[in-house]
């Protein structure tokens, strides 16, 4: 009787499934971790921007309370982009005025140009920012390459993230001058006419008449001296003199060297004033102009703390010799790109100093 065998069936995975398998977990979690760390950044660029903005509003609650005097006021100030810092000067409950130094969550720093706001008693500011009236801070996170507005306006009232009107494009209000509350006052008298003032007495001393004055006596010569017209008064001719020899100066042995003009760049103008709602100033230029160059250098413009606020462009990359490059700058929408920003232009080798454009960016 033969014996029969029976297949015993196994059961599992091939490699290729689970090499697919595992293609697909490590998608999944990479997407869960960036995830992840996106919302983290988020969280703390938002909480950034929010204790900043508390700081500011106490330090403006400090100098109303105190009825702070010219001098002792209140304030708040960030020194410039890319910084993680900010001081804050108040009366911390010492009854004293002092400045302490506050840092931002890790990851997140300040994507605006040095500024400080400063509170009067009245909770005003007691210099308004230029051009954008209400002073801007951005908050930055690298890592989103996105910004969050604080804005102080004159009036000192702190708002988180949001986008306000153009204060610029409202026009300026001439304001009546105000008398002293007459209706019909009464008109100035007619000024008193003074008497026709009587010429000073003249000298009785006889003057001289200016336009034919006597003139001094010149001494008529007699004719009786004993010189003959030679010089010597003997009547003997003078022997002619030998004339000297002029010497001839000889050539330094060293001639000195031709001195080497330095290289000198320049930027002009050195700030713009940008609108992101009129579109005749969304965009403006600059041009960096070097002189006593040779040789090829490479022109660079970019934001300074590497932000992306704007859009920069150079009509010269490269430039061979002296010449010019014009630094376009335009504005982005959105109210993560207002404020004062600052551009970085240099070339590379270096030539002269690195040279800095301002660019201030309103709604």
């Known amino acids: 009787m033969k014996r029969s065998r029976t297949v015993k ?91 302490r130094n506050f840092q931002l969550d890790p990851g997140i720093e300040f994507g605006t140009a040095s500024q400080k706001v400063t509170f009067d008693w009245r909770g005003r500011l007691t210099v308004q920012c230029a051009i954008t009236k209400s002073c801007v801070f951005q908050v930055r996170s690298p890592f989103l390459e996105k910004n969050i507005p604080v804005d102080v306006s004159g009036s000192g009232d702190i708002t988180v993230d949001e986008q306000h009107f153009p204060d610029q494009l409202i026009p300026d209000i001439e304001i009546s001058q105000v008398g002293d509350g007459d209706v019909n006052p009464e008109p100035a008298g007619t000024p008193a006419i003074e008497g026709t003032p009587t010429p000073d007495p003249v000298d009785p001393i006889d003057p001289i008449d200016p336009i034919d004055p006597t003139p001094t006596p010149t001494a008529t010569p007699h004719g009786n001296g004993n010189g003959n017209g030679n010089g010597n008064g003997n009547g003997n001719p003078s022997p002619t003199p030998t004339p000297i020899a002029t010497p001839t100066p000889s050539p330094g042995s060293s001639p000195s060297p031709t001195p080497v003009v ?35 250098r490479t022109i660079t413009a970019s934001q300074a703390g590497n932000g992306n606020s704007m859009v920069i462009a150079l009509s010269l990359v490269r430039i061979d010799g002296n010449g010019s490059s014009i630094i ?25 100093s690195a040279q800095t454009l301002t660019v201030t960016v309103s709604n």
Not at 55 to 60: F, H, S, T, V
Not at 263 to 274: A, E, F, I
Not at 328 to 352: E, I, L
């Open 9 to 99: 069936q196994q059961h599992g995975f091939t490699m290729i499934q689970m090499v697919i398998t595992i293609a697909i977990i490590a998608v999944v979690s990479t997407f869960g971790v960036l995830g992840i760390r996106t919302a983290r950044a988020e969280f703390r660029l938002q909480s950034s921007a929010r204790l900043f903005a508390s700081y500011i509003e106490k330090a403006r609650a400090d100098s109303v309370r105190r009825h702070a005097a010219t001098g002792s006021e209140a304030s708040v100030e960030i020194f410039g982009e890319g910084t993680t810092s900010y001081a804050v000067t108040m009366d911390f409950g010492s009854g004293t005025l002092e400045t």
């Open 262 to 296: 330095p290289c000198v760049s320049t930027l002009s103008p050195s700030s713009l004033s940008l609108s992101q709602s009129d579109s005749t100033h969304a965009t403006g230029i600059a041009t960096f102009t070097m002189s006593g160059a040779s040789g090829t």
């Open 328 to 352: 376009s700058v335009t504005t982005k929408n959105g109210s993560g790109n207002r404020g004062v920003f600052t551009v970085n232009v240099a070339a590379d080798p270096v030539c002269g």
